[in-house]
């Protein structure tokens, strides 16, 4: 089937796909046999995809069936070290030719940010459960819309926040919210996570000849590659990521608010920061605080990209990098009677208001495992990361960008008399500009952008504004538009 003749499939799935037998019958009719074979395509090979490929082949019960990717160099890659491990694998550049297969029950999803939400709805729509990588979207609007696509299919969408599957953080989290070290004052997630320049290029660049990038752009803004590498360094772009908050942060994000037992948006948001340290193609910030206005406490997110001080900007860059009070990246959950310390994706440790430790937990769990599992009971219910809770978390990522976009650049001091309202915010914002000042960042050179307050409706999810709910969603390009019915 030529690629015009499946866009044209597709765009009709839609309205048929509750009639088509896209999925094979057992499954389509929630009766799965605990020893039939589940097949599973994946999609995005670079990175991220090779874990999955990894993680779910290794189940059993599990096949990989076929791998899809825009670079045929990476496709390629992927293909061979399948062979390598005697599993025999299709190969496609274009995802749409693996969701016309009725022989594929699943497909787990590692692409980009901008192609999460669409690469889910079409799955959905075709009959095929998901994992779904994080941010499950790139826009506050995109994820409402997968969550939407899951609950009229009745599809088993997995959000790839895996800490959710961590017995230890569900026990911790467990532990708090029965009292024992009194009310949650502040959640407040960290990213100190080392990010050097991209480089400042003086023109547009060429794509890799490798890859397909109409089909990469997919439903981004197709423009003239803004920078020297197409890959990874695109979460450094809005128009393709998210930048660190939604990149790496999502993860902290989603253990902070899981910690909070909040359900829904925040209300309110605020952000403050900057691409500060140098100048290059990124237009995503390096150094954030964000604020967001919970109901059981606020919720504070740290961003910061440079390390320690200028001097650990050298060959060793970012090996020396802040924490707080010993977490970098990670969360810290603030009590009456102290806090609680999550510092990776299975542990945490509690703490008195002394400092001294009063208990701790540890335990991973196998997120693909889990999404199998559901696959195969065909209950939502049975999932760690399910998608309402992925978009969630993702969501509030996306928030924080949107009062960012929407702010000016202000000096140092208007910075501090905004975050003053938010006296969560304003601790993180003045530990942030001592941390510029080691950095030696001239901020009268390169001043901060104070974003602006933002409200939210948490129910309708949207914003009161209607520049910042334009921001919510973006402009899609013929053939790859996320459905406002899906």
Known sequence: MSL???????????????????????????????????RIAVVGLRGRGGNHFDGLSRLPGVRIVALCD????????????????????????????LLERKDIDAISVATPNHWHALMAVWAC???????????????VWEGAQIVAATHKYGRIVQAGTQSRSSSGIAEAIAWLHEGHLGKIQVARGLCYKPRQSIGKITGAQQPPASVDYDLWCGPAA?????????????HWDFNTGNGDLGNQGIHQMDIARWALGEQQLAPRVFSVGGRLGYDDDGNTPNTMVTWFDYQTAPLVFEVRG?????????????????????????????????????????????YDKGGKEVQRWRGAGDHFANFVAAVRSRKASDLKGDIRQGHVSSALCHMGNVSYLLGATRPAA?????????????????RMLTHLRLNEVDLDATPLRVGRLLELDPQTERFAAADAQRLASRPYREGFVVPSEV
Request: aromatic letters at 8%; hydrophobic letters at 40%.
């Open 70 to 97: 825009v670079d045929s160099d990476v496709l390629a890659q992927a293909a061979a070290k399948a062979a390598k491990r005697d599993i025999a694998v299709d190969t496609c550049r274009d995802v749409r030719e």
């Open 414 to 430: 208007d910075a501090t008399t905004a975050a003053g309202e938010f006296p969560a915010a304003a601790e993180s914002l003045d």
């Open 222 to 234: 197709k423009v003239p590659l803004p920078r020297k590498n197409l890959h990874y360094d695109w």
């Open 4 to 38: 015009s003749t499946r866009r044209g499939f597709l765009r009709g799935a839609g309205a048929a796909a509750a009639a088509l037998p896209f999925a094979r019958p057992s499954l389509a009719a929630g009766r799965w046999s605990p020893n039939e074979e589940l």
């Open 125 to 139: 729509q075709a009959g095929k459960d998901v994992y779904l990588e994080k941010p499950v979207s790139h826009n």
């Open 306 to 350: 440079l390390p320690h001080d200028k001097a650990s900007q050298g060959k060793d860059w970012g090996k020396k990098m802040d924490s707080h009070l010993g977490a970098g990246i990670g969360v810290i959950v603030h009590c009456e009677g102290g806090y609680v310390r999550f510092p990776n994706y299975e542990s945490a440790i509690a």
